[in-house]
């Protein structure tokens, strides 16, 4: 009798266990951590250097909301600290080092005509140092809606995006290095969905429902002189549409 009833209790043990792991759909759960591969269309926060020789100057303050620019692509590591609520951090760097190449005179003067078999000249080609970089840190709320491996979220998220580029020519017209740098400040309501192929793979897509943008550029294209400034204040909607694919570990 007692053999019996144990066996009868494992057997009700077993069956409770396995019924609550058929509940449980894909998905991350409290403790796990993701990390994920992003790309949207977002405009950059970088405003070329200008050119050393110029006599007069402009610039413009940009924003990173807008999809009309270049496809930007980073990372985002995820830890869901509960259930269904996760803390996210993310961003981007690039550096890119162009060498310069100085100019070439050629044989053209006042005397030459085209077509006499004069030789043109060549404009030199300036040295520049771009670098870019960007973060954010927000955290999402998922929702269960009952579709296997669906969990649509909503979020909040801050962020800060630097632009550097210095640019120099072998060149007698130019006084020293030129100099540009771009600041941009950004808080953003967020809604978005994740798919969980398998338990350790998903895919995602993201939208700013709203966003504010602050940003602040200046040049120095002469040394010795004053930095040229701009800013702006930016308000959108529906801005940096963003697709990622990633996985929980």
Do not use: C
Request: proline share 4%; no cysteine; glycine share 12%.
């Amino acid at each position: 009798m007692r053999k019996a009833i144990s066996i009868l209790t494992i057997a009700v043990l077993l069956s409770g266990l396995t019924a609550q792991a058929q509940t449980h759909q894909r998905g991350a759960r409290q403790g796990d951590f993701t990390f994920g591969v992003t790309a949207g269309y977002n405009s950059s926060v970088m405003l070329s250097a200008k050119p050393g020789n110029q006599t007069s100057y402009s610039t413009s303050a940009l924003s990173t909301n807008w999809n009309d620019k270049t496809l930007a692509v980073g990372v985002e590591v995820g830890w869901f600290f509960v259930d269904l609520w996760r803390l996210n951090f993310g961003g981007g760097f690039n550096i890119t080092q162009t060498p310069g190449y100085p100019p070439v005179n050629g044989t053209y003067d006042e005397n030459s005509e085209p077509g006499d078999g004069s030789i043109p000249s060549y404009e030199g080609v300036a040295a520049k140092t771009t670098m870019q970089y960007s973060a954010h840190l927000g955290v999402d709320r998922y929702f269960d809606i009952g579709v296997e491996g669906l969990y649509p979220y909503v979020g909040i998220k801050g962020g800060f995006a630097y632009g550097f580029e210095a640019a120099s020519m072998d060149d007698e017209t130019w006084t020293g290095k030129s100099v540009s740098e771009a600041y941009n400040i950004r808080g953003a309501l967020t809604f978005g969905s994740d798919y969980f192929i398998t338990q350790a793979f998903f895919v995602g897509a993201s939208i700013d429902v709203f966003a504010y943008t602050y940003n602040f550029t200046v040049i120095k294209p002469q040394e010795g002189l004053a930095g040229l400034a701009a800013n702006s204040h930016n308000f959108s909607a529906l801005a940096a549409p963003t697709i990622k694919i990633g996985f929980v570990f």
